[in-house]
């Protein structure tokens, strides 16, 4: 299936330090997501980065992407213990209208 | 609604039954989508609706599962004839559509199937 692949698949870090998480794609995107999701059940829409666009921020996130190696990369600078959760990057493809399509995940551990 | 709702919440059923799986979206949102999602998994696409109809059902598993959105609302996903391997959390989203836009996801069911 057309999935993004997040790296590494799980991450512990200490509190204060940066997290990053990355992802790779297979063929040309609309737009790249990276949402959120805790111990429960519901994901949480984190950062929305466009195919034209190479870096974004969002408080403590930062997204880039980069279309020539299909990857991108979220990185979560001073991480905080309640950033203990599960990320996913989700692809939009060029081709026609397509849904979200998601990776399997990142599961980030922040250890106070 | 303040949110994407998802009922119920948990459902067990027996195997071989029948079960519906209920998504209320956020109000004036055009794009509907399933997901089913296993423990370590990230969510696995099922079918996606713009408006009443359904964009792309490529996901769907077999034909035991169905979704229907009549009214361009609310959506109910079907499944015939459960099997244990059916058991996972379904997760609906919904986004107000176009390629450039959020979506907003819903707490899902957890489907336990015995």
């Known amino acids: 299936s057309q999935q993004g692949e997040e790296d590494p698949q799980a991450l512990s870090i200490q509190e204060g330090e940066n997290a990053t998480m990355n992802c790779s794609y297979k063929t040309s995107i609309n737009n790249l997501q990276w949402y959120r999701q805790n111990s429960g059940r519901g994901l949480v829409h984190l950062i929305l980065i466009r195919s034209n666009e190479r870096e974004k921020h969002s408080g403590r996130l930062r997204v880039t992407l980069d279309t020539s190696k299909k990857s991108s990369s979220l990185l979560i600078t001073a991480s905080r213990a309640a950033d203990t959760a599960s990320y996913f990057c989700?692809?939009?493809?060029?081709?026609?209208?397509?849904?979200?399509?998601f990776g399997k995940g990142t599961r980030l551990s922040v250890i106070a | 609604g303040a949110g994407v709702s998802q009922t119920p919440s948990n459902k067990v059923t027996e195997k071989g039954k029948y079960v519906e799986l209920r998504c209320d979206p956020i109000?004036?949102?055009?794009?509907l989508y399933w997901y089913r999602q296993s423990l370590g998994q990230g969510p696995e696409f099922l079918i996606y609706f713009q408006g009443t109809g359904a964009a792309d059902d490529s996901g769907l598993p077999n034909d035991r599962f169905f979704a229907v959105r009549p009214e361009g609302s609310v959506s109910t996903l079907k499944i015939q004839r459960t099997e244990r391997g059916d058991s996972a959390v379904y997760l609906c989203?919904?986004?107000?559509?176009?390629?450039?836009?959020?979506?907003?996801f819903g707490q899902g069911t957890r489907l336990t199937v015995v």
């Open positions: 989203a919904s986004s107000l559509g176009g390629q450039h836009t959020e979506a907003f």
């Open positions: 989700a692809t939009v493809y060029n081709s026609g209208n397509t849904p979200l399509v």
């Open positions: 109000s004036g949102h055009t794009a």
